[in-house]
Structure formats: structure tokens, C-alpha cells
């Protein structure tokens, strides 16, 4: 329904009135009968009649007056109570006097004592509400007064949100007293234009006797722009007017902090995706923008004892000619890089070491880098920094400090791989030389050794010639397969211990040879490596224990084994130097062998270490193998 056709109520403070006249007709009637018709005398008729006339008086200036003001709530609630008060004073009235009509004899006396109870009565009631009404009053002025909150007490008139009065904290925030603010419309004393349109419906939906709460930006006296949780709670609610409470809550803070933490939880992984130093320190001073909204930042660097700028904001070079390297004895900066411990100074001509007395700088912040360098954040202005500036500054470092060391691990990393790739290739290539280039001619050669022998009968001296080209396969052999061990290990199988070492036993002990088995174990690896290993120190065991010795093989934990022999074992001396390449005290061997299987177990990620067995043998024990799941 629109405004134009909405029912007007019933002004209920217009009954008051013609109470009050109706009333006063009848004192009026009281007083032509005392002074016409009974020949009272007329001071006297006025004196009785002029307490009842002012009353009667009374009663019609308050039905005008609730009339004017047209508050529907106070009106009706005085309509009611005066219903009330008329009728319990007559029934009392009409009780007693019947009473007394039926005993015979009228007695005034009673009659005003008991209209004066009621009137007590009344009273009393009407005393404890009002004062109820003050109590609750006092309490809503004293929470008003001292909220935290910023509360303007709103009258709408014509649409239009007028303060009659705000509470200190509204005073204190937007720089506007109760004698400034009253009489001038919120929308236009706090609300800017980009907020002109929301302001607007929101003063429609409070009018309307809406309860609610939203989120907005307004205006202080000096110009400073906050944002706010706005609550309007109304009052109220008449024909023409609505009387809100409008409660603002500074959510600024709160909102900047969660800005901030937002943009470092970005700027981390920005930082994470760095793949060079140069882009760390890039998106380092970006995020020093974005997070704490400070321009002047720089990004220093260690090298050859100073520290070296290696990145800076546009509006440090643009305040800077050239950003100049810190000396270690003139530097707040390199005291910083020193000892780990960051810096902020409020006011940097308090500080005793200035590189630079004439730096237009006034306030910074100084962070370490680890072992890279230091971050500098400044400003024109002292004392800009505060504790909360501080504590992002310091997490923004550690995640430039952490970012750098990544870089610095992976590109190192990254030669390494290169490294051995380039390894890889030449020792490809030596693998084909030594299968192809050696192995051919050797193979003539002994062919015709052979040949030799057949024809000549020559033997001993071509013996010789046989064995010393069989030496030669044998290490061609064994660099092979030392150069094929080293190789990672891509795919990997579940192992059982017993099976592999009865497996490698068949191709390498002898026949006066024994293998105890222990304890059966379990792991993933290559089975083809783990039983060339085996096969390695089975030979090596025969080799220097002699054809009858005695092999013991058993798990170790849950992560590895031992091959251990009752041999005459290895010196404590030497074995540390058993692992290098070509090196054997017997004069058959090739010294391949148990680096051959120092390799098969690096590839495996495990490790390896010689002891003395329980009968003074030699033991190898084998451990951080990967387990099986």
C-alpha cells in the first residue's frame, strides 16, 4: 500500500481530551447549581469547583498534547491506565455508597478514606513503573554513553536520518560532538559519494523499522576513510518519524590485518615458485608493497665482505640516485647480517652507526636473509612502523630467507644432476671402448694363443700368454660390472634373503665350501644386484679364507644382513681402503670386487661397514635397506 492511501489511526490522545471535557461539563453543571439554583455563595461554589476545574484542565492539555506528538505507544498506554483509574475509583465508590445506603447511613469519611486508598494504590503503581521506567532509562543512557562503539541516535524526518545526539566514542572516532552532529543528516555528515546510493537504501530499510547489519565505509571529520559493521536498531515506530539507533563498529583493523595476511600467504607462493635468486629478491620487494604497503624497500646481498644491492622498489631509485654498498664498519645493516637479530628504528638520527647522515630516509626496518644478505624497509616519515608492521616484516623475511636457501639447495642440486649426467656419458662411453675396443682384440689374440699352442707345441710360455689375457678379461669383466652397479636402481622388488644367497652360492663357493643360513630376512631391491653382491663376497670369503671356509649369513634388524666368514679376517688397519677401486692383496684378484658391491648397496640407498666376525673372520654388514610394506 502506498504512502497515499495508508488508513490514518484514531489520534487515541483526542479520548483523553474529550474525557477531560466531559469531565469539566459536569464540575461546570455543579457549579451553575450551587450558585443559580441553590444561592450558594459563588467564592465559595469556586472554591470547591476550582481544584476539579484545573484537574479537568489538565487532563484535556494532555490528550492535546499526546495528540500533537502523536507517540501511539504513550498514548494508548495512557488511555488505558486512565480507563482503568476512572472505573476502579466509581466501582469503589459506587461499593462503599451501596454499602452504606443499606446500613442506613451515609458516611463521607469512609467513603474519601476509601477513595484515597485507591488513590495510594494508584500511586504506587504508577510510581513503580515510572521508576522501573527511569531505572531501565539510566541504563540505556549509561550504555550509550560508555560503548565502545560509535552510536548516533537517528529521527527520520521526511525520509531524512537526522542525529539527535551521539555518544562519546561516535565523538572520539569521527571528530563530530553532539552539538556539531545534531540537526544534520547522517547520510550527508559521514556517508562520501561512492557510498551516497548504499546509504540511501539502507536509510529506507531503517525507516521501515528494519532491524539489521551490514558492512560500510565511512567518512571522518578529517577525511580518513574506515570501514565499519553498522547495526541499526530501531526504536520506534510512528506515522511520520522512526527513531533508530545507527551503532558503528571500527572493523579497519581487522579487515587491513586479514588484507595483509592474505597478501603474505600470496606472496609466499609466489616465492615458493622462484626458480633464481634474482626472482626471489623481485618478488620479495613486490610482496613488501603488497603486504605492508610500504614503497622503499631493498634487497641487499654479502659478497666480498659488503653488502651489494641486488634489488630495489621503483620509489627507492627513483628517491636514490644510486643505492649505495654498505660498509660492514659504517652499517646498522651489516650488524643485522651478523648476528641474525632484526632491527626496526622509529627514528633512525637516534641510531649511533649512520652510514649515510644525509639519507632522506627516517624510519626502517631491518631483516636478515639467512646467509644471503638483509632486507631494508624505510620511510620519509619516523616513527611509521608499528609492532604489527614489525611482525609481517620478520615472517615476509623468514619466507625470502627460506625462498633463497630452496633456490640456493636446488640449483646446486641441479649441477650435481648435470654432474653426473656428464659422468654417466663419459663412463657410457669408457663402457664401450673397454666391450668393444678391448674385448675384440682380445679375443684374437687369444684365438690364435690357442692356435699357437696346437701348432707349435709350445705350451708353457703360451700358458703364461693365456693367463695373462684371461687377467685381462676378468677385469674387463668386473669394470663392467663395476661400471653398471653405480646405476640407480628405478624399480625394485620384495627380496627374501634365504632364496638370493642360495642362489648366489651356486655360482660362486666351492665344493668343500659351507653356507649357514641364520635367520631369513626381508627387504626391496634389485635381485639381480643383491645377488651379484652376494656372489662378490662369497668369492671374496673362498678367496682368503681358503675352499673349506665357513660362510654365515643372517638378517640384521629390519633393514639389513651380514655375510660374515671364519677366515682370517681384514686388519683393522685397512678397512677403510677394502671399497677403493683396484685394490687386493691377493695375486689373483682384480680389486673390483668389493668396490662392486660398495656400489650395488649406494645404489640401493644402504650402507656397508666391515668389522671382525665372532671366530676373527671377516664381517660385512649391510644396513638401511628399504624395508618391504
Not at 218 to 236: C, E, K, M, N, V
Not at 357 to 372: F, G, H, R, V, W
Not at 412 to 436: D, K
Not at 582 to 595: A, C, H, Q
Request: proline share 3%.
Amino acid at each position: 500500500m502506498t504512502r497515499g492511501h495508508q488508513r490514518v489511526p484514531f489520534p487515541l490522545g483526542g479520548i483523553i481530551s474529550l474525557l477531560g471535557v466531559l469531565l469539566a461539563s459536569v464540575v461546570v453543571y455543579d457549579l451553575y447549581a450551587d450558585i443559580v439554583v441553590q444561592n450558594n455563595r459563588p467564592l465559595t461554589a469556586l472554591l470547591e469547583n476550582s481544584l476539579p476545574l484545573a484537574l479537568n484542565a489538565g487532563i484535556i492539555a494532555s490528550g492535546f498534547w499526546l495528540t500533537q506528538h502523536d507517540n501511539r505507544d504513550i498514548s494508548k498506554q495512557a488511555v488505558i491506565w486512565t480507563g482503568i483509574s476512572i472505573t476502579s475509583l466509581l466501582l469503589l465508590a459506587v461499593w462503599v455508597y451501596s454499602l452504606q445506603l443499606i446500613q442506613g447511613q451515609l458516611k463521607p469519611l469512609i467513603l474519601l478514606a476509601q477513595i484515597a486508598s485507591m488513590g495510594a494504590v494508584a500511586g504506587i503503581v504508577v510510581g513503580v513503573y515510572s521508576g522501573r521506567q527511569n531505572h531501565r532509562q539510566r541504563e540505556l543512557q549509561s550504555l550509550f554513553q560508555n560503548s565502545r562503539d560509535c552510536i548516533a541516535k537517528v529521527q527520520f524526518e521526511n525520509e531524512t536520518p537526522l542525529i539527535q545526539e551521539v555518544n562519546p566514542a561516535f565523538e572520539s572516532m569521527f571528530g563530530y560532538t553532539t552539538d556539531d552532529a545534531a540537526g544534520e543528516s547522517l547520510d550527508e555528515l559521514i556517508v562520501d559519494s561512492q557510498s551516497k546510493r548504499q546509504a540511501t537504501e539502507l536509510s529506507r530499510r531503517a525507516r521501515g523499522g528494519e532491524q539489521f547489519e551490514t558492512e560500510v565505509t565511512r567518512t571522518t571529520a578529517s577525511g580518513d576513510s574506515r570501514i565499519f559493521r553498522l547495526q541499526a536498531l530501531p526504536i520506534d515506530t510512528g506515522r511520520t518519524t522512526t527513531h533508530v539507533y545507527a551503532v558503528y563498529t571500527d572493523i579497519t583493523d581487522s579487515k587491513r590485518h586479514t588484507k595483509r595476511v592474505n597478501a603474505l600467504h600470496s606472496a609466499t607462493r609466489e616465492l615458493i615458485s622462484a626458480e633464481t635468486p634474482e626472482e626471489v629478491a623481485q618478488r620479495g620487494i613486490q610482496a613488501v608493497s603488497n603486504i605492508l604497503e610500504l614503497p622503499l624497500s631493498s634487497i641487499f646481498a654479502e659478497r666480498a665482505g659488503t653488502l651489494e644491492p641486488v634489488e630495489s622498489s621503483e620509489a627507492a631509485k627513483e628517491l636514490f640516485d644510486e643505492i649505495d654498498t654498505l660498509d660492514p664498519e659504517k652499517s646498522v645493516a651489516w650488524r643485522v647480517y651478523e648476528s641474525g637479530q632484526p632491527v626496526k628504528a622509529a627514528d633512525i638520527t637516534q641510531v649511533e652507526t649512520i652510514q649515510n647522515p644525509q639519507t632522506p630516509i627516517a624510519s626502517e626496518m631491518i631483516l636478515p636473509l639467512s646467509e644471503y644478505g638483509v632486507l631494508i624497509i624505510g620511510d620519509t616519515e619516523a616513527g611509521e612502523f608499528d609492532d604489527e608492521d614489525f611482525t609481517l616484516a620478520q615472517i615476509l623475511g623468514d619466507n625470502i630467507s627460506t625462498s633463497l636457501n630452496r633456490v640456493d639447495r636446488e640449483q646446486r642440486l641441479r649441477a650435481r644432476e648435470q654432474e653426473l649426467r656428464e659422468q654417466n656419458e663419459r663412463l657410457e662411453t669408457f663402457t664401450s671402448v673397454v666391450s668393444h675396443d678391448l674385448q675384440n682384440p682380445l679375443s684374437v689374440a687369444t684365438g690364435y694363443t690357442e692356435l699357437a699352442q696346437q701348432e707349435s707345441g709350445e705350451t708353457e710360455a703360451l700358458e703364461k700368454v693365456e693367463q695373462a689375457l684371461e687377467r685381462m678379461n676378468s677385469l674387463i669383466d668386473e669394470l663392467l660390472t663395476l661400471a653398471q652397479q653405480g646405476e640407480s636402481i628405478d624399480e625394485k622388488e620384495p627380496i627374501l634373503l634365504d632364496r638370493v644367497a642360495s642362489k648366489a652360492w651356486e655360482t660362486a663357493a666351492t665344493e668343500q665350501a659351507t653356507l649357514e643360513i641364520i635367520d631369513d630376512g626381508q627387504f626391496n631391491g634389485d635381485r639381480n644386484r643383491i645377488q651379484q653382491l652376494l656372489e662378490n663376497l662369497f668369492r671374496n670369503a673362498v678367496e682368503h679364507g681358503g675352499a673349506s671356509v665357513t660362510v654365515t649369513v643372517g638378517a640384521i634388524d629390519s633393514d639389513g644382513f651380514y655375510v660374515e666368514d671364519d677366515g682370517p679376517g681384514i686388519p683393522a688397519d685397512t678397512r677403510e681402503t677394502v671399497f677403493d677401486h683396484g685394490y687386493t692383496t691377493s695375486e689373483t684378484g682384480t680389486g673390483f670386487g668389493l668396490p662392486i658391491v660398495n656400489e650395488i648397496v649406494e645404489a640401493h640407498g644402504g650402507t656397508i661397514s666391515v668389522l671382525e666376525g665372532h671366530d676373527g673372520g671377516a664381517r660385512f654388514e649391510i644396513r638401511d635397506l628399504e624395508t618391504r610394506n
